[in-house]
């Protein structure tokens, strides 16, 4: 197949989900081209199959803020004639399932050169619909192209239920969790040999991956790292960067931990960083998933989340990570200390956090599906 994929190529869950399977679909021989404003960053480097266009927004002075959804539904369009894409795959609804639609619309209407009909899909990843896409004036909209879409995926069992909550869409939404590469993602021998580069031997190391924002609750992080550092030698890395970084930063000082904290910033190659951790910190206020916590139990790291949104779906409570209520820093740094403080336990439930990664979440169990999603669209189409 020739798949058209749109994604916000910035650090965050979306973008990494989209990256991911784009490069998954050119292993197996699909041709698929990335169009965005930038390179997705996990695109780092070429690859037989990805293509990648550049959408251009103009800067005329008229527009204070520049019509990038206008912009990207005629990079749709043009990719979509020219390379004779077979579909367009929009991840996150707000603007790109609008953009898809209007590629589809011009590519069908009597001035086309070649009058066809373009489906696409649209994924839902959470903010596009818990946050943004039930603002009121986004949301007639959103709940549109959703309904306009030729097919309908989730995330979570969490997102499909709380899109037909708020937005009553009419179209099928099926359920298609995030994933990870387990042939990439795990802990090696080479891995663990990086561990001397962050903590001593005798310290234990937790860590955090996101993109900083507020929902992620970063001042959480450091007040249960500062907890657990108190009752076992530990270190924390903080990866990514955003918003909330300068304040965590500042808590660190605060608090006089900040040398036992190392912020490392936006990282390229995560798997790389994950496995050298034994425990991994996400507080968050609401994860429609939790692809951090997944890509970390790939690696046989012991995530600590909040019992909210889609994490559920994920870890295992007591078998392959702990849940907490939002913002009960005491019980997520109870948890760590307890399975910090016990060499077996961690061994045992990091094996266990990565065989459950294996059997359900694996790319090569998950791709199919978005394959036999694309074929079902494609038939419906023709």
């Not at 931990?257 to 936006?266: C, R, S, T, V």
């Not at 009960?328 to 060499?343: C, F, G, K, P, R």
């Amino acid at each position: 197949m020739r798949i058209g994929i749109t994604c916000y190529p910035t650090y965050g869950g979306s973008g990494v989900v989209a990256t991911e399977l784009g490069l998954e679909l050119a292993q197996r021989g699909h041709q698929v081209h990335f169009i965005s404003y930038s390179q997705p960053i996990r695109l780092t480097e070429p690859q037989p199959n990805i293509h990648y266009h550049e959408v251009e927004v103009s800067r005329y002075p008229l527009f204070e803020y520049p019509p990038y959804d206008l912009a990207l539904a005629t990079r749709m369009a043009e990719v979509a004639e020219i390379y004779e894409l077979d579909l367009l795959h929009v991840h996150y609804a707000i603007p790109h399932s609008v953009s898809a639609m209007l590629a589809r619309q011009m590519l069908g209407c009597d001035h086309a050169r070649t009058r066809r009909h373009l489906p696409y899909v649209t994924t839902l990843h959470g903010t596009d619909i818990t946050l943004v896409g039930a603002d009121p004036s986004y949301l007639p909209i959103t709940r549109f192209s959703i309904d306009q879409s030729d097919g309908v995926t989730s995330i979570s069992s969490y997102l499909k239920q709380r899109t037909l909550e708020v937005f009553e869409v009419r179209t099928p939404i099926e359920v298609i969790p995030n994933f990870v590469n387990c042939d990439l993602y795990e802990r090696t021998p080479e891995v663990m040999q990086r561990r001397s580069e962050y903590a001593r031997a005798d310290e234990k190391i937790l860590v955090h991956l996101s993109n900083f924002r507020p929902v992620k609750r970063i001042p959480d992080v450091i007040e249960i790292f500062d907890r657990v550092q108190k009752q076992v030698p530990s270190r924390l890395l903080m990866i990514g960067d955003g918003p909330e970084r300068s304040r965590a930063e500042w808590l660190a000082v605060n608090k006089g931990i900040h040398d036992k904290i190392e912020f490392l910033g936006k990282q390229d190659r995560i798997h790389e960083k994950l496995g050298v951790a034994d425990v991994m910190l996400l507080p968050s206020e609401l994860e429609s998933f939790g692809l951090a916590a997944l890509e970390a139990m790939a690696c046989e790291v012991v995530p600590i989340a909040t019992n909210e949104g889609g994490v559920p779906e994920v870890i295992d409570h007591g078998k392959t990570g702990f849940l907490a209520a939002v913002g009960d820093v005491d019980t997520m740094a109870n948890y760590a200390i307890e399975v910090l403080s016990d060499d077996a336990k961690l061994k045992r439930m990091g094996e266990a956090a990565r065989a459950s990664a294996q059997a359900r979440f694996c790319a090569s169990k998950i791709i199919p599906l978005y394959e036999k999603h694309y074929r079902a669209v494609l038939d419906r189409s023709s």
